[in-house]
C-alpha cells in the first residue's frame, strides 16, 4: 500500500466497512435488547388474563360457564402452567443472539457440504493396481470453459522410468497436463492411460496414493518438520521420516534447527528459507516413494546455489521413476528422456535436449535467450585463466 500510494483508499474502504459493520451491530442489540422485555411483557399479561378471567368466573360473572366449573385451585394451577411456559420463551430470547449466529454458521456450512463435487469416481471404478510408470497421452483435447480448448489433440507416450520435460509459454497447458494424470480435471476428448488403464476407470485414492507432486509453491503446516514431511505417509515411523530427509539432503539444515525434527514452523513454512521449505516437500513426496513424480516449476523461485542443492536430491529421487517436470529454466531437463515444447495447447516440438538444439527450431530459440550469455561467459574462462 505505500510502494503504491494507496494508504487512504485502504483506510476509507476499511472505515466503509468498519460503519456498516457497527450499523448492522446495533441494528441487532436494538433488537436483542426490546425482544427481551417484549416477551417478558407479553409473559405478564398472559398472567393477567388468566387472573382476570379466572377471578370473574369464580364470581360468577361469565355467563358462557356454568357456575362452580372453574374453582380456586384450578385458578392456581393455569397460573403455573402460565408461567411455566413463559420461562423456556424468555430464556430462548436471552439465546436469541447465539441461535441468530449458530443459524448463519450451519447455512455457511451446509452450502459448503452441498457443494457438487466435479471429479467423482465412476460407479464401477476399481482399485488402481501397482503402477509400473506408463503414461499414454491419446489425442487429448482439455477444457476449463465450455469451448475454450487449453489441450488441442495431445498424443505422447512416457515409458516406464523416463523423465519427460515440459516447456512453453505461459498459458501453453503445461501445468494442465500434469493435472490430467493424477485426475484433477478431466479431459474432454480422448484418454490418459497409466500402464494400459484409463485414469477415469479407477478410484482417485487408489491413483493418488501412488502419485508424487512437488509445486513452486510449497504449503507447509503450523506444525513440527517431523509431522510435515510425514504427511507424505501419515502411519510412516520417525526412522522412515529421517531416512526420507537423509536421502534428499535435508537432514543437516534440519539437525541445524533449535527443536531439530521437532522444531515448530510457522505459518506456510515461515523461518524457512524458499530453498529449505522446497526440501522438506521433496523429502515428504520421497517419503511416500511414488511411481510417478511431478515436479511442477520446483526450482524456479530458488537461487542457483540452492538449486543445485534441490537438483541433486531430484537426482536421487527420479532414479526409477516415471517424472514429469515442468520448467522454465532449461539448465535442468538437460538430462531428460524426452522435451516436449507446447504452444497454445498443442506440441511443436519433441525429441531429447540434444537433438531439439541441433534441430535449431523454437526450442533453440529458447534456450539460447537463456543460456547464450552463461555459455559465451563459461567457454571464455579458460582462455581468461591461461592468460
Known sequence: MQAFNREDESIAQFEASNQANRTANVRASLFTSALNPVLEALGYVSLGTVVVFGGLALLGKLNFLPAGVVTIGMVFAFIQYTQRANQ?????????????????GSERIFGLLDETVDIVDAPDAKIMPAIKGQVVFDNVSAEYK??????????????????????????????????????????????????????????????????????????????????????????????????????????????????KYDTILGERGSGLSQ??????????????????????????????????????????????????VIAHRLSTIRNADQVMLLKAGQIVERGTHKSLLEHRGAYYDLYMSQFRAQDETAQAAPEQIGK
Not at 510417478?292 to 527420479?318: G, M, P
Request: net charge negative.
Open 88 to 104: 423456556p420463551i424468555q430464556q430462548i430470547a436471552l439465546m436469541w443472539t447465539n441461535v441468530q449466529s449458530a443459524i448463519a
Open 146 to 259: 465450455e469451448g475454450e480448448k487449453v489441450l488441442d489433440g495431445v498424443s505422447f507416450t512416457a515409458e516406464t522410468g523416463q523423465m519427460v520435460a515440459i516447456v512453453g509459454p505461459t498459458g501453453a497447458g503445461k501445468t494442465t497436463i500434469i493435472n490430467l494424470i493424477p485426475r484433477f480435471y478431466d479431459v474432454t476428448g480422448g484418454a490418459v492411460t497409466i500402464d494400459g488403464i484409463d485414469v477415469r476407470s479407477v478410484t482417485q485414492d487408489s491413483l493418488r496414493q501412488q502419485i508424487g507432486i512437488v509445486l513452486q509453491d510449497t504449503f507447509l503446516f503450523s506444525t513440527s518438520v517431523l509431522e510435515n514431511i510425514r504427511y507424505g505417509r501419515p502411519n510412516a515411523t520417525d526412522a522412515e521420516v529421517i531416512d526420507a530427509a537423509k536421502m534428499v539432503a535435508a537432514h543437516d539444515f534440519i539437525e541445524r534447527l533449535p527443536e
Open 275 to 324: 530453498g529449505q521449505r522446497q526440501l522438506i516437500a521433496i523429502a515428504r513426496v520421497a517419503l511416500m516413494n511414488p511411481s510417478i513424480l511431478i515436479l511442477d516449476e520446483a526450482t524456479s523461485s530458488v537461487d542457483t546455489r540452492t538449486e543445485r542443492v534441490i537438483q541433486a536430491a531430484f537426482e536421487k529421487l527420479l532414479q526409477g521413476r516415471t517424472s514429469f
